[in-house]
Every structure is written in structure tokens, then in C-alpha cells.
């Protein structure tokens, strides 16, 4: 039995502070990669939900991480940015015991397993003291998971130096108690994740395929044997680990499981990772209502980008970038909102027209194919793809007839971000029956959903040159 385990749902530490009360429990020790099976094994075969909120990976990334776990591995993350690789790696902390026993000493550098002390100092009060009267702590699982970033990443930031202050105490170089541990030492029997491998130095490399392959420490050339007990996590962009030379051949070789993330596979997808992660209040006293095309637009954008040749899609697109314009979109329908008092709000093609703030830096340019094409310029062309693609599958759907009808017969309509929606209840007086079909909100309902429906649909017939456009002091004007 594991002590821990019979917590499983338990806010609370356990009341055992003696290492005899652990030992008449019936604890048992175990490695972290082993009690992380345990953990899994269990819950996969209640099915339970093991990675809640992870989307559109069920068929793809989970099952290679299902296995790895299974396996015993160390795992490598590899994929473009914004692909939830730390979110995943943060994760794995549910597969620990809610609580893990350690000897509580003020002078240990570790939690020392209580039955298998892996220093000297462990070892001599294990063997010098009734068990008894040696003390017991327990590690929340949510403390056993550190991460570091690793530009500027040193080696005694993660492995550890030599402490000159014990060195003139008189310890030996040579000893264990002349080191001062880094982070890995110190998340023994926990979780260490290194984000961004291809751009650690190589010393810091070298030091990380000996823990991998030895499990021991070695500084300025002394091995100091440590039966280290930490699983291991990576994190890269697979432009960066797959150039030559960025990451040391030892190292890959030692990492058990390389586990290839990717963005959404489908629209979709990408709009139930956006609802689910952009944690915005849509209520309120100026609420905002958004029509699904309006969610469309905001994710299509993010994938033309992510086929632009204008983009350098080695850095990728994250999905940072559907959230953060999301967020801009909605504060602008927010903006019209509060100055027109409108209730709700509704964003339009024209909130659009602010995505600037929110995109420009998200982008990495390629520089071999833009043609001099400024940032903005690349970031107008992916928008007006994004209307189009959008707006060519509600015409096929519903026939562009349909939804073009109020349009008929020559008509100059001006739009803006800040103009009222009253402005254009003028031009849709009476509401195609098609329009409500087509665009899943009620264009009758209200002067702000007709105003939405109408930019949507203005923008859509420019993008397939069925109208004109000019665009002056914020505001666009549409002819037919």
C-alpha cells in the first residue's frame, strides 16, 4: 500500500510525522516515473479524463504521451510555439500522489525518500536514529514541478556549484556537502522541465546527459554519485532541435519519447480552444453578443497566417494570436457599446480594422518572401483571405442570391467601428429570410446583429470584387 495514494482526494497532508507511523502504515517507496504509472493506470482504466482541457489532441499527441508515461520515459515536446507543450507538461503533476513523505530535516538539501536517503547525510540519520524520532514531512504535488526557460540558463542554475563559503569551512572539494545543488538535485523525486533545449549551452548539456544516462551529479569534474530520482521534461521547436548542432547528439539520444505537437487540425477545433481559453466576461453592464461568423473570422485569421508565405512559418502562429484578437475585437464592439449604449454590443468586420495592436509583434516576417511588404500590409492581406474563405462558404451553402439580395440595384453604404448601428438599420429595413439561416443569429432581433450581418456581408461581396471599396478618416464606404 502507498500511504499517499489512500489520499487521493484529500486537501490535506496526512497526520503521520514519524518515519515509524510511515513504516507501520504500510508505505511503500517508489520511484516518480513508477508512482506516475501507477497513477495513470489507474485513471485510464476508470476512464477518467486525463488531460481535461486539452483539445484536438485525442487521436494525435495523447496516445504517443499515454505510452511514454507507460514506458517510463523522459519526454521531449516538440512544436511550433502556442501548441500547449508547457501547459501538457505541467499537467503530468495529476499523475502524483496527492502527498509524498520525506525526511523533515533543516539540513537536507533534497526531500529524501524515508526508506532509500540517496545523501550521506540522509543515510547517517536513518542509521544513527530510532525511526521513531526521525521526523516526517509531506510534498504537495503541486510543489514537485519546477520549469526553466533556458536562454541565460547557467549550470549551477540547474545542476550546481561549489560553494566557496563550506570550502573554507574545511569541507572537501570533493564531498557532497561542499555543493550547493541547482534545480534538478533539488526536484529529486519530482518533475524538472527544460523549455526551449536547442538554446542551452553546451556545458548545461553535458551535465544533463549524465543525470539522464547516470542519474548522478558531476561539477568541475567531480562525480558526486547521487541516485537522483527526477523525470524529466523538454520542450522545442523542431526548426531549432533539428539544426545541426543545437542540441548534442548524446543528449537526443538519451531523451526515451519525442511527442509532436501540432496546431488544430480543423477551424473548429481552434474556435473551442479560443472559447475555452480566452477568459473574457461577455456579460456585464455592457454585454457583447458574438456572432459565430465574427468567432470564424477570428480563427480563419490565425490559420491563413499560419499559410502565409509572407510569415515564417518555422516560428509558427500561436494561438496567442486568435485570443489576443479576440480580446481586441471584443473590447472595440465593447468600446461602441459603452459610447452608443448599446445592449449588447456586436462586433463587426470594422472592429477589425484595430487588429494592429493586437497582432503586429505576433508575426515573424519571412524576409525572403514579403517583397518588401511591410507587417501591416502582410497582416491586411491575411485578413481580407480570412473574409474571404469565410464568407465563399456561407455563399455556397446558402447561395450568394440570397444573402447579396438587399444589396440589389446600386447602394453606397459607409461602415465604421464607431458608428451607431441605427446608421444602418436604414439599409435593412426588411431582413431576408435567408440572412437568419445563414448567419445563426437573428438579424431582426436588433440594430446591432443587422449591422454586423451587413459589414459581414459588404466585405464578403468585395472580397469577390461584386462591390467597391474606399476607405477614408477610419471609416470604409461600399458601392455597388
Not at 113 to 118: A, E, G, R, Y
Request: aromatic residues 8%.
Amino acid at each position: 500500500m502507498n500511504a499517499a495514494s489512500t489520499t487521493h482526494d484529500s486537501t490535506d497532508a496526512p497526520a503521520i510525522s514519524s518515519l515509524q507511523e510511515l513504516l507501520d502504515s504500510g508505505w511503500q517507496s517508489k520511484t516518480v516515473k513508477q508512482e506516475i504509472k501507477d497513477n495513470f493506470t489507474r485513471m485510464l482504466a476508470s476512464g477518467e479524463s486525463l488531460f481535461p482541457g486539452i483539445v484536438g489532441y485525442d487521436d494525435t499527441v495523447v496516445p504517443e504521451i499515454n505510452l511514454a508515461l507507460l514506458a517510463g520515459h523522459d519526454m521531449l515536446f516538440l512544436g511550433e510555439k502556442g501548441q500547449a507543450k508547457s501547459r501538457i507538461m505541467r499537467m503530468l503533476t495529476r499523475f502524483l500522489d496527492p502527498w509524498l513523505p520525506y525526511i523533515d530535516h533543516p539540513d537536507l538539501p533534497v526531500h529524501e525518500d524515508p526508506t532509500h536517503p540517496i545523501t550521506s547525510l540522509g543515510r547517517r540519520l536513518i542509521a544513527e536514529h530510532d525511526p521513531a524520532d526521525i521526523k516526517i514531512g509531506w510534498w504537495n504535488r503541486s510543489e514537485r514541478y519546477t520549469e526553466r526557460l533556458s536562454p541565460g540558463t547557467k549550470f549551477a542554475d540547474i545542476i550546481g556549484e561549489i560553494d566557496p563559503a563550506k570550502l573554507t569551512g574545511g569541507v572537501s572539494m570533493s564531498a557532497e556537502e561542499a555543493l550547493s545543488f541547482g534545480l534538478i538535485p533539488r526536484m529529486h523525486r519530482g518533475i524538472f522541465a527544460m523549455n526551449e533545449l536547442p538554446e542551452l549551452d553546451d556545458l548545461v548539456q553535458v551535465g544533463l546527459f549524465n543525470i539522464l544516462e547516470e542519474r548522478d551529479v558531476q561539477i568541475r569534474g567531480y562525480p558526486i554519485k547521487f541516485d537522483l530520482d527526477v523525470f524529466i521534461l523538454f520542450s522545442a521547436n523542431p526548426s531549432t532541435y533539428n539544426r545541426s548542432g543545437k542540441v548534442i547528439p548524446q543528449l537526443k539520444d538519451r531523451i526515451g519519447s519525442i511527442i509532436q505537437t501540432h496546431y488544430p487540425e480543423s477551424r473548429d477545433s481552434g474556435i473551442e480552444i479560443l472559447q475555452q481559453e480566452v477568459a473574457l466576461d461577455l456579460e456585464g453592464d455592457y454585454p457583447v453578443t458574438v456572432p459565430y461568423f465574427m468567432y470564424q473570422l477570428i480563427e480563419e485569421i490565425t490559420n491563413q497566417a499560419r499559410k502565409s508565405k509572407f510569415i515564417d512559418q518555422a516560428s509558427g502562429v500561436s494561438a496567442r494570436f486568435s485570443l489576443a484578437n479576440f480580446r481586441n475585437m471584443v473590447a472595440s464592439a465593447r468600446q461602441r457599446g459603452i459610447v452608443h449604449d448599446e445592449r449588447p454590443a456586436v462586433p463587426r468586420i470594422s472592429d477589425l480594422g484595430h487588429l494592429y495592436s493586437s497582432s503586429l509583434g505576433k508575426l515573424e516576417l519571412d524576409l525572403m518572401g514579403t517583397h518588401q511588404m511591410s507587417e501591416k500590409q502582410v497582416l491586411d492581406s491575411v485578413v481580407a483571405k480570412a473574409i474571404e474563405v469565410v464568407f465563399k462558404e456561407y455563399v455556397e451553402e446558402h447561395g450568394l442570391s440570397a444573402i447579396a439580395e438587399i444589396f440589389r440595384g446600386g447602394v453606397r453604404v459607409v461602415v465604421g467601428d464607431m458608428l451607431p448601428s441605427s446608421q444602418y438599420a436604414e439599409r435593412l429595413k426588411s431582413v431576408p429570410p435567408a440572412w437568419e439561416a445563414a448567419f445563426e443569429v437573428n438579424a431582426s432581433e436588433s440594430e446591432a446583429v443587422r449591422a454586423s450581418c451587413v459589414e459581414f456581408v459588404l466585405a464578403g461581396l468585395y472580397s469577390m470584387e461584386r462591390i467597391s471599396r474606399s476607405q477614408q478618416h477610419g471609416k470604409i464606404e461600399y458601392e455597388t
